[in-house]
T-cell receptor, first 113, second 112 residues
Framework: DGGITQSPKYLFRKEGQNVTLSCEQN?????MYWYRQDPGQGLRLIYY???????QKGDIAEGYSVSREKKESFPLTVTSAQKNPTAFYLC????????????FGPGTRLTVT | DQQVKQNSPSLSVQEGRISILNCDYT??????FLWYKKYPAEGPTFLIS?????DKNEDGRFTVFLNKSAKHLSLHIVPSQPGDSAVYFC???????????FGTGTSLTVIP
């Protein structure tokens, strides 16, 4: 059963701590993406990766870091430099950069206090 | 600056009637558009798409209309069903670009 998994569903951290959100896909997709959703706002792109060992900043990359060591995995680290980390984070993938349909995971809600 | 706008945060429709969700965009380079449906605590799921070479695309109860001159697209759901109650996002992309830009979403409630 192919899809995208994100874990955990809910995550709580203290301010000043780095936290890593997991994203795994078994769709054999080349491209992967991280979005952030805040109340009343659309999805905003944090980082994307078109192939293994390559990734690009999106519109709101400050305070975040990613890695793409394997095709299936695209973890996102929310660093202590991110001023407003509390949000709903969504990971997505698509067949390739030029493929327009993105498949989304169930999301991780991060709360930082 | 929001390049894709959904000006109606919410919409309520009676079951069996038509639901019309609207989306406006500002970037004339956008040439591909998607609609996603999202239930609470879940990721969005792809619903329907349209490219700028068309002005209409239909898939069952869902039809998307594109008016390029007005930079406007709309999603029609006929007939609306209670299971259609969800948040609907439109997204736009330029073929020369690397990302989609999403609207803020419209929460549709279909009343039985």
């Amino acid at each position: 059963d192919g899809g995208i998994t994100q874990s955990p569903k809910y995550l709580f951290r203290k301010e000043g701590q780095n936290v890593t959100l997991s994203c795994e896909q078994n769709l054999n997709h080349d491209a992967m993406y991280w979005y952030r959703q805040d109340p009343g706002q659309g999805l905003r792109l944090i980082y994307y990766s078109q192939i293994v060992n390559d990734f690009q900043k999106g519109d709101i990359a400050e305070g975040y870091s990613v890695s793409r060591e394997k095709k299936e995995s695209f973890p996102l680290t929310v660093t202590s430099a991110q001023k407003n980390p509390t949000a709903f984070y969504l990971c997505a993938s698509s067949i390739s950069r030029i493929s327009y349909e993105q498949y989304f995971g169930p999301g991780t809600r991060l709360t930082v206090t | 600056d929001q390049q894709v706008k959904q000006n109606s945060p919410s919409l309520s429709v009676q079951e069996g009637r038509i639901s019309i969700l609207n989306c406006d965009y500002t970037n004339s380079m956008f040439d591909y558009f998607l609609w996603y449906k999202k239930y609470p605590a879940e990721g969005p799921t792809f619903l329907i798409s349209i490219s700028s070479i068309k002005d209409k695309n239909e898939d069952g109860r869902f039809t998307v209309f594109l008016n390029k001159s007005a930079k406007h697209l709309s999603l029609h759901i006929v007939p609306s069903q209670p299971g259609d109650s969800a948040v609907y996002f439109c997204a736009a992309s330029a073929s020369t670009g690397n990302q989609f830009y999403f609207g803020t979403g419209t929460s549709l409630t279909v009343i039985p």
